[in-house]
């Protein structure tokens, strides 16, 4: 297949590398910064520079982009897909763009499958991505209206490429349960080292402190986006951690050790029973 | 030189490997547990089972129990030790700890030094514990009033059990920077386990969720009494949490973008500068 990715970013990058090491498949890249198209040329982790022909000729296309650019992206593209092409993209939220997405796929042939791989670390762009990074992820897809058949592919390319686990689900669903998956750590790290006591942790620090605090390395534009683009969600799941916080808070206030042992001690069950 | 562990569990038990491992005195086990002594004696983690014999024979006392029992051990032993016999603990609060030691070491002729290793991990009991736990990690030190000859030598025992920073301070001021290093994280985590989302995280999440989740998996009674005996500390730094919190929370609510960047961004600073 002919295998479009538009951004080669920290996970566009990614992509393209592992499809390169595990498939046979040729792998164009776009992007809007040249040197970051001839290191990818390269390293082998893409085939040739895109251009409005080979796009008219992709099979599949990632966009990988930043939500809102996404969805200009495949407004302005919609009439270069061939029939039958299947984009799908990697945001990290799924209402706003899934929603766009597929009522401008009604107007054209193409097929829109909203794709969301689990991954990620704390340095960004084409220089931080890597072929493993994938690997044992979760792939969350939202499938939507589009045939069995255009996800059957790309979860045939997900495995190919080292995800662990394939998980469907709605729109909404993705959106709330990312709120709590993977929302709510980067608001917590962010106001973890907001504390002036971070500044002289050194020494007084171990495992616990470095967990909590290591997504407060965020890409700040990025996540603003995220988390603008799932208010709701992320302002209900942030009440019912506040709300949570304030339990302990009371049972320590009020020196209630029981109190206290049975809240730690349900937190510890559930940690053991859901992993 | 003759090394009493009083309680053979995480830490104490990988003390006691660490010291046989690394050095060539000789360690005394003690713990309410015959099993726990006898494997410790067969894995060869001690080269005794501890005695009052033994007891006012000892260099060097590790008392490693929870907050309360630390005192009480002292209390009732006291009389046992020998003159100029090191005493210390690894308690992860000082205050209470501290204070009372201090006071009762005025009494007789032994040593009282504070001291909290800064290792462990989300199993407990001498099962769990290991020659290698310590490697790298902090040793914090409250000497108080103890004479220098008393820190060097727990500071040079702590080297060659691998620790990798010692850091000297005050009771208050190590109780302070615990509230923020160890105990939000465990607050964090206990709190973030109980949202309904968690249950049905699983295909969801990755690395940020099993970070801010990981110590989760709490002793919920020593954990208790650790929050119970930082009461002050613990709130303050609990409404400073919060308070950031609602900070970030705030400007998605307002969906002010560049507020959120700010926000954002000056935590990425932080953690970049502080680590």
Redesign the interface.
């Known amino acids: 297949m002919q295998i479009a990715i538009i951004g080669l970013g920290l996970i566009g990058g990614s992509l393209a590398k592992a499809l390169k090491e595990n498939t046979e498949h040729t792998v164009i890249g776009f992007d809007r910064d040249e040197n970051t198209l001839l290191d990818a040329l390269s390293l082998g982790a893409i085939d040739s520079v895109g251009s409005t022909s080979l796009l008219e000729n992709a099979d599949v296309v990632y966009v990988c982009l930043y939500p809102a650019d996404v969805v200009r992206f495949v407004e302005e593209n919609a009439p270069h897909f061939k029939e039958g092409c299947i984009v799908t993209d990697v945001c990290g939220i799924k209402n706003q763009v899934c929603g766009k997405l597929t009522e401008i796929a009604k107007n054209y042939p193409f097929v829109y499958v909203g794709g969301h791989p ?3 670390k704390e340095r960004s762009g084409f220089d931080a991505s890597e072929a493993s990074l994938f690997y044992n ?2 792939y ?1 897809l939202v499938p939507g209206e589009a045939p069995q058949s255009a996800t059957d592919t790309l979860v045939s390319l997900a495995k190919s490429m080292g995800f662990g ?1 394939i ?1 469907y689900c709605t729109q909404q669903k ?1 959106d ?7 929302q ?26 470095r ?8 890409n ?2 990025l ?3 995220l ?2 683009a799932n ?1 709701e969600e ?2 209900d ?2 009440e ?3 709300r ?6 009371a049972a ?2 009020k ?1 209630d ?1 029981a109190e ?2 049975a ?6 069950e ?3 029973k ?2």
Chains 1, 2 share one sequence.
């Open positions: 689990m991954a990620g992820a979760s969350i686990t998980k993705h709330r349960m990312i709120a709590y998956t993977s709510i750590p980067h608001v917590l790290a962010c106001a973890y080292v907001m504390s002036p006591r971070c500044d002289e942790h050194s020494g007084f620090s171990a495992g616990s402190y967990d909590v605090s290591r997504v407060a390395r965020i700040a534009e996540w603003a986006d988390f603008l208010r992320l302002a799941e942030t019912e951690l506040v949570n916080i304030e339990r302990i808070r320590v206030a020196n050790r206290l042992v809240l730690l001690s349900s937190a510890r559930k940690k053991e859901f992993g």
